[in-house]
């Protein structure tokens, strides 16, 4: 795994193994992803939501996010984020946070311009916490998220319109897009 493009290009990022605490994002999901995205990234504050090894976060500050806070449960993911943070010299960019997603959504004042939600599969996870990644996405912000292929989703929660789906074999991408204020 490594980071495809912008400052931090080629660096190569660590995982945990197997995929029952994380699961990385494919390479061709991750352009997919960040093409999607590339013209909203420069300056952007960005909320990586399950980050696992941290490389979605990673990717968009190497392509010109300003800061990045990466969130996941796992102790050890929460390691090897910082571990990848450094070897992509991108510490004083970013926050790491143990806690699970509904906990931080909870507690969070801050507004986001990018949210990436890859929460794992078949729990019907991004439906349920739509709600509260509405109240921390900017006005004009896209939340993408990361479903398997089927997974229903709403096409509007909140200020979130749904705005295009992709497919990419068994993964699905969802681009949500927030109200801009008038």
Request: net charge neutral.
């Amino acid at each position: 795994m490594r980071v495809i493009s912008g400052t931090a290009r080629g660096t190569r990022l660590a995982a945990l193994p197997g995929e029952d605490v994380t699961r990385p994002t494919g390479d061709r999901v991750k352009e997919g992803m960040f093409s999607a995205v590339q013209f909203m990234l420069e300056g952007a504050r960005v909320l990586d939501l399950f980050a696992g090894s941290g490389q979605l976060g990673i990717e968009a500050l190497s392509r010109g996010a300003q800061h990045c806070v990466f969130i996941d449960e796992s102790r050890q993911a929460c390691r090897v984020v910082k571990e990848n943070l450094k070897a992509a010299q991108m510490v004083k960019q970013a926050a790491v946070f143990e806690r699970g997603a509904e906990a931080y959504l909870a507690s969070c004042t801050q507004k986001f311009d990018l949210i990436l939600l890859d929460p794992p599969y078949r729990r019907d996870l991004v439906p349920a916490l739509l709600p509260a990644v509405a109240e921390v996405t900017a006005p004009g912000g896209v939340v993408l998220c990361e479903t398997e292929y089927g997974a229903e989703l709403p096409e509007s929660c909140g200020a979130l319109q749904l705005k295009k789906q992709y497919k990419y074999g068994t993964v699905a991408l969802a681009r949500y897009e927030a109200q801009a204020e008038l």
